[in-house]
């Protein structure tokens, strides 16, 4: 499986906010490493597909660096959820196609930074 790492270094405005972009991308959403660097606590960021607005990852008052790995939710092909076992939800890894994935953050402090590392396979 071919896997491409993007590093998206962000450094906010006065106003605590910015906005920064990977390429475009192509592939399935494997994980998104956010280090924190010198961004406030309480940092609220949302990541999502540019072109579908798709969340791929929102949180608010973050402390410190973690990493996330999102998943959507399945559905069949009546446009229910689909479960594994009636109760259980299944998820899946998210796509993109020809998509750049867009990066928000708010609440990080006057000209504070952090880096995003986007994981796509």
């Not at 402390?63 to 092909?77: E, F, H, L, W």
Request: proline share 2%; aromatic share 6%.
């Amino acid at each position: 499986m071919h896997v491409e790492r993007h590093t998206v270094a962000l450094t906010t405005a006065s106003d605590g906010t910015v906005v920064g972009y990977t390429p475009v991308v192509t592939g399935r959403v494997l994980g998104v490493r956010y280090v924190k660097d010198t961004f406030d606590n309480g940092v609220d960021f949302t990541i999502t597909a540019e072109a579908t607005g798709e969340t791929l990852w929102t949180e608010a008052d973050v402390n410190a660096s973690k990493s996330c790995y999102p998943r959507a939710q399945v559905n069949d092909t009546a446009g229910v959820a689909a479960t594994l076992d009636g109760t259980r939800a299944m998820r899946d890894r998210i796509a993109l196609a020809g998509d750049r994935v867009k990066i928000s953050i708010a609440q990080g402090g006057n000209a504070k930074s952090g880096t995003f590392h986007v994981t796509i396979g």
